[in-house]
């Protein structure tokens, strides 16, 4: 959806009534309500805007979510809680990661109010943040609910612009110790010049063993060390197609 130039729209949340009736099957969870938000407030960048930049310095995607994000971070920057809302967005990425977490919120069964009481108990169990908490309710109540994942994607874009900071996949056969990240952190930074690196680890046994580091601008550039790679380098020479491995 192509991104709105408009004055800022103040969002103010509302108490919920007593009850909401749900037609359908709803999952059986525990809700907690009676959070009171602050206001919110979303400008969404204009495309010519986004080019120039603007408070974030950021170019961002013509995108809702590229919009949404940039306005989460422009609250984020202003109060001073970038890092806290970074953290809080992981912690929701994990959430709705569960199936039934993410069913919940899209279906067009469940009442907004259910779902806004659901939002305060994720809120009240992670502790997220009273704007972070506001900016969820608001996703529910404007029916865009759907693209947090989304969201939190380019919110990272954001924060890895506004903080020069690349991010590194490391994905590798089992958990690597923290000595070895540093390690391949250092490398990042001395290949890419950033000031700041974060890590991100995966895990997949079908690298056989080694592991891989992907970097640049949405994953461009890749360093492959592991032996699936070298397996696959040999096969292509000796153009003998794919190797498998013997199970042991």
Do not use: C, W
């Not at 495309?47 to 408070?55: D, I, T, V």
């Not at 995607?61 to 970038?82: F, I, P």
């Not at 009442?111 to 502790?127: A, F, N, Q, T, Y």
């Amino acid at each position: 959806m192509a991104a709105l130039q408009q004055t800022p729209i103040t969002f103010q949340s509302r108490s919920p009534p007593p009850t909401q009736l749900i037609t359908g099957p709803v999952a059986k969870l525990s809700f907690s309500g009676g959070l009171k938000l602050p206001k919110f407030t979303i400008k969404l960048r204009s495309k010519r805007e986004n080019r120039r930049g603007g408070a974030l310095g950021a170019k961002m995607a013509d995108s809702a979510a590229g919009s949404y994000a940039n306005a989460l971070a422009d609250v984020a920057k202003s109060n001073g809680t970038l890092e806290e809302t970074t953290s809080d967005l992981e912690k929701i990425e994990k959430i709705f990661d569960d199936e039934s977490v993410y069913n919940f919120f899209v279906s067009p069964v469940v009442g907004v109010e259910k779902k806004r009481e659901l939002v305060d108990e994720i809120v009240s169990s992670s502790s997220i943040q009273p704007h972070v908490a506001n900016f969820l309710n608001i996703l529910v109540d404007m029916k865009r609910i759907e693209l947090i994942k989304d969201i939190v994607k380019e919110f990272e874009k954001v924060y890895n612009t506004i903080t020069d900071t690349e991010l590194a996949v490391v994905t590798s056969v089992v958990k690597l110790e923290s000595q070895h990240l540093a390690q391949i952190a250092k490398g990042v930074q001395r290949l890419t010049g950033a000031k700041n690196v974060r890590i991100k680890t995966v895990i997949d046994e079908s690298l056989v063993a080694g592991f891989t580091i992907r970097y640049g601008n949405s994953g461009s550039k890749l360093i492959d060390m592991s032996v699936k790679k070298q397996l696959e380098d040999i096969a292509a020479q000796l153009e003998i197609g794919d190797i498998q491995l013997a199970a042991i």
